[in-house]
Structure formats: C-alpha cells, structure tokens
C-alpha cells in the first residue's frame, strides 16, 4: 500500500495534463481507505459512519448497521454514559445520515439529543472539565443543528484562540476553526471571530510552508486539511497550496480507524461543516423497484428527477396489550401522510396496514394494525409529529424530510 500511496502522491504531483489519471489515483486512494474502515470495524463509532456519510458510502450493509447499531446507542447511554463530545459525535453522524438528532428513535424509545448535549455541556464547562476540543465540537454540533443560544462559548473560543496562539495542537485549533467558521454567521461577535480565525489559519499556512506540508502530525492532518478548506475566506487574499499539504496524506499509509475516517472527508473536498447541509435527498434516492409511477396530478412534464425524503413512520399501542413497530420509508418530496402510511403498508403489510373512512374533512383512519378506534371507550389512532400531535389529518399532512411520524393508539 505504501508503494501505491507514494505512486499516487507522484501522480498528483504531475502537471495538469495528468489531471484525469490522478483523479482515479485518488479515487483509489478513497475506496481503499473505506475499504480498510469498513473491515477493521470492531466498536461503534460515530466517527467513521461521519466519513462514510460525507464519502458518499452509504449504500453498505455494513453503513446501515452502522447506523442503526448508533441510534440504539444514543438511546440507550447518551443520557446516562456519554460525555457532551460524544454526544456532539453521534449528532453530526446522525445528521450526515440524514437522521434528526431531535428525534432518535430505536427500540421503541425516542430521544432528543439536543437538550442532553446542552446540559451536559454547561456541566461539563461549570465544572472546568472541558477540553477546547470538546467544546468547539460541541459547538460545532450545535451550530449545525440552528442553536446558536450558546454565544458565551463561541467566545470563549475565539478568545482562546487569540490568547494562545499556537498553544493549543493543531486538532484542537482545527476544530475550534470549524465551530467558529460555522458560528461566524450567527454571531454578533463577527470581528473577533475573524481575528482568530485569520490568525489560526495563517499560522497554519506558516507552519505548513515551513515543514513542507505538515501541519502538526500526521493525524492532525485530517482536521487541518478539514479547516483549511472551509476557511480560504479568513485568509485570502493569501493562498493555501493545497497540493502541497495533500502530498503528505497521500504518502502516508494510513492504518488506524480514527486517523482514516478524520482524513477522508477532506479528500472528498468535504468537511465536518457538511454533515449538516450535505444532500441528503440526493443520498436518499429510492430505488427502482420503490418507485411509484409519476401521479398524473403532480403534472410533472420533464420526470424523472424529483426528489424524494425519508420519512420515519412508527404505530404504537400501550392501552390494549402492546405493540410497538418503525419503519423509514421513502417517498416523493411532497407527499401526504397517507401515501407515506400507504408505502409502509406495501412493504410490510402484515404490520402497517390500516383502515381508513371519507369523512368530510377527508379520511379519517379508524384503525391500524387491526386494531380500531372505539367511541364507546372513547379511543382513536392519534399522529404525532415526533411528540408533537398533527394539527391536520394524514390526507393533507405533508412530513418532511426525516420527519419521524408517530400514530398512537389514544383515548379522548
Ligand atoms: C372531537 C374531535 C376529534 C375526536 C373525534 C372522535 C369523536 N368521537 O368525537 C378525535 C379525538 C378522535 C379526533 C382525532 C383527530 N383529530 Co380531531 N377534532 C375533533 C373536534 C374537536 C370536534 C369534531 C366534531 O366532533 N365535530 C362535530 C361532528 C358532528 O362533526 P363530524 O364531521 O362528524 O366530526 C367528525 C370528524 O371531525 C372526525 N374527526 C375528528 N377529527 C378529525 C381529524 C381529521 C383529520 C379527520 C379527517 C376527521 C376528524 O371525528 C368527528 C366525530 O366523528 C374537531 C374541532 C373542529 N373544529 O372541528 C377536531 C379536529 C377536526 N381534529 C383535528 C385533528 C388534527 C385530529 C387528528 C388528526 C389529531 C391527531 N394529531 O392525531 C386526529 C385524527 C387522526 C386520525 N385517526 O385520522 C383538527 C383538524 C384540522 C385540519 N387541518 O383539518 C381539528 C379541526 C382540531 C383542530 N386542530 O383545531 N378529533
Ligand atoms: C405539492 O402537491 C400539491 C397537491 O397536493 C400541489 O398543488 C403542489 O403544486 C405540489 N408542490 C410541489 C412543489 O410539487
Ligand atoms: C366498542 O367497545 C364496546 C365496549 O368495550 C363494545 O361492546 C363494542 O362492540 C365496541 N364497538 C366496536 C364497533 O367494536
């Protein structure tokens, strides 16, 4: 592999007329670095489904384990046993799988991580145990998910970053790169944010014109990579000479689990900042045999480019014995609750069949999973947007992408 590693840097290293060869070189390199991650999975880890996700890999049996094997985690200890950067961890994988991180939903329980990174965040900070990496990942994490109540350590960071010019390593200062770049648009403290990141970022230049294309180690290198991408506006008008900095990844033979999936997304030209805008419709297309036939009404003229969201559908009944199912379907961007529970039902309709009646306001579903609503005892399927009840029927309800979508079995 080294030999191939090194083989590769030369061949990125040529001119541009060697541009397309390289390409594959380094499309080589991605696939044999997935490759290694995938195989050498031996614990869960939030980290590498992250990669997986920001590669693009995420048609795998082994990334839809993953992924599942990660909500059942967060159910299960994010309260109890997680530290706020794990948390923070599993909130980024979750959001590069298109998954809300307010709505986790496994083995029957649904938890909002949001709230438990906060929490566990002020603790942490209150009893002087965080990391400057922890909290700038934290802050990332927040950030991504559109909470940006946490101004104090946005701050904090920049100001550390200041005090300390190269003090902190050079992870820790990549990372507090990506929380602050994600910040810096929602921050009423733009000039001492840009101070920092222009400082960190230009001594990172430095540092890697003067040691030929190391910054740090070779496992900082992934998240400076990481920083240096998604902060060219902070040091412009100085340029980064990219090749030089990816010669040095290329040449090495990257082993360690960790090391490969912090390294890969920026050989994808993606960073961390991705996990939360990145196409996730894109990813989620259906497959052939999924497709539904163009509805007539839609009036679409061109086809076949819609896209389509995923939507998490779960029944539950507490108040007669009990059952408890999930299921994620795919549908077309734009579609009812009722064709979302109408997918459920072909692909599985022993669990997710349902009844509906017309009513006036439209259908009404008097009973799912064989079991009916009873105006004797006063019960009915009630629909739930997470834990939040719908404020319209399944006919004209439209979920959105990663919705989770509860019916539960009620009494009024
Ligand atoms: C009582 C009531 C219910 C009762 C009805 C059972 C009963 N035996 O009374 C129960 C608790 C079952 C119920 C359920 C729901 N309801 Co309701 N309900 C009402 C309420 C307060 C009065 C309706 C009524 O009795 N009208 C008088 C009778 C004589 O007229 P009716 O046409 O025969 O009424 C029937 C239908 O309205 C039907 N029904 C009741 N709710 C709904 C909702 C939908 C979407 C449909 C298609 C039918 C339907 O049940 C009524 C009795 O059989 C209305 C308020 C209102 N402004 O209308 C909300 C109302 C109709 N419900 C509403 C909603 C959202 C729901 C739910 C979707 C809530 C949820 N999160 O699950 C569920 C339906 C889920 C499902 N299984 O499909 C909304 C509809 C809004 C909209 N955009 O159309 C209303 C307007 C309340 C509101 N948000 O202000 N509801
Ligand atoms: C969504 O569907 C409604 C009908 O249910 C239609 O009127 C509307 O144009 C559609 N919007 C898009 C963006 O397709
Ligand atoms: C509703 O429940 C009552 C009392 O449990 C029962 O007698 C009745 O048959 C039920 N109605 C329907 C329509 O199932």
Sequence with gaps: MRGMAYSIGVLLALASATVTQGCIAHDHLVQEL????????????????LAMNLAGATHSHVHNWLLQEIKKDAVERAQKDMTSGQVALYILALLSSCQDPRCVHAMGKTIN???????????????NVITWYTESLDTLALCLVKEYD???????????LLN??????VDTR??????????????????LIRDALKA??????????RRNGMIGNIYSMGLALQALETSSEFYAPRKWDRAQAFRVVYNHDYKE??????????LVGKSYLNAGRWGCTATNRMSPSQQLPPSPMLGTVGVPTWTTITVQFSITNTLKNYFHYSTSVCVPDNSTLLQVMKVARNEKPDIFCFKKKKTLRGPFVTSIHGLAGNET?????????????????VGTYKPKNWEHIQAIFSTY
């Excluded at 005892?377 to 009840?389: D, G, I, L, V």
């Design 34 to 49: 997935l490759q290694r991650m995938e195989k050498s999975i031996k614990s869960l880890n939030p980290s590498i489904l």
């Design 113 to 127: 991580l949001i709230p438990i990174l906060k929490q566990k965040m002020d603790e942490e900070i209150s009893k």
């Design 150 to 160: 946490n101004q104090d350590a946005v701050e904090a960071i920049a100001k550390e």
């Design 164 to 169: 300390h010019k190269s003090s902190p390593h």
């Design 174 to 191: 990549a990372m507090a790169v990506l929380a602050l770049v994600c910040a810096y648009k929602h921050t009423g403290k733009q000039d």
């Design 200 to 209: 960190v970022t230009n001594d990172f230049l430095d540092e890697q014109e």
């Design 257 to 266: 689990l960790m090391a490969i999936a912090q390294v890969l997304p920026p």
């Design 377 to 393: 005892e006063r019960t009915y399927w009630q629909f739930f947007s997470c834990w939040s009840p719908l404020q319209e029927g």
